[in-house]
């Protein structure tokens, strides 16, 4: 049975920090292109990044380019996202997912993705 479970949000100030996580289980990362998206209510998901499978690609968004860093550990099936001077803005539902296909034409298109995790929450004050 696959799962993927989000974690690491929060509330924090802004220009603060926080470092998300998404652990899997039922599938490897190693065999997935991987992804971190974010949504807020009544907008569509929005692709902030993607990392391929031996982790040797990576891909930001404009919007946190400079700011987020994604990374994984393959060993311990973790994701990361790491998210520096955070701003309002940010303040959204963030998810990961995972994506079969050994090609990912288009990383930020949420179609792209087959397994997705609930989301953690981040909220960032002014």
């Known amino acids: 049975q696959v799962q993927v479970v989000e974690s690491g949000g929060g509330l924090v100030q802004a220009g603060g920090t926080l470092r998300l996580s998404c652990t899997a289980s039922?599938?490897?990362?190693?065999?997935?292109?991987m992804g971190w998206f974010r949504q807020t209510p009544g907008k569509e998901r929005e692709g902030l990044s993607c990392?391929?499978?031996?982790?040797?690609?990576?891909d930001l968004s404009d919007s946190v380019k400079g700011r987020f860093t994604v990374s994984q550990d393959n060993a311990k099936n973790t994701l990361y996202l790491q998210m520096n001077s955070l701003k309002p803005e940010d303040t959204a539902t963030y998810y990961c997912?995972?994506?079969?296909?050994?090609?990912?034409?288009?990383?930020?298109?949420?179609?792209?993705?087959?397994?997705w995790g609930q989301g953690t929450q981040v909220t960032v004050s002014s």
């Open positions: 990392i391929n499978r031996s982790g040797s690609y990576t």
């Open positions: 997912a995972a994506a079969s296909r050994a090609y990912v034409a288009r990383w930020y298109d949420p179609d792209e993705y087959i397994y």
């Open positions: 039922g599938f490897r990362f190693g065999d997935y292109n």
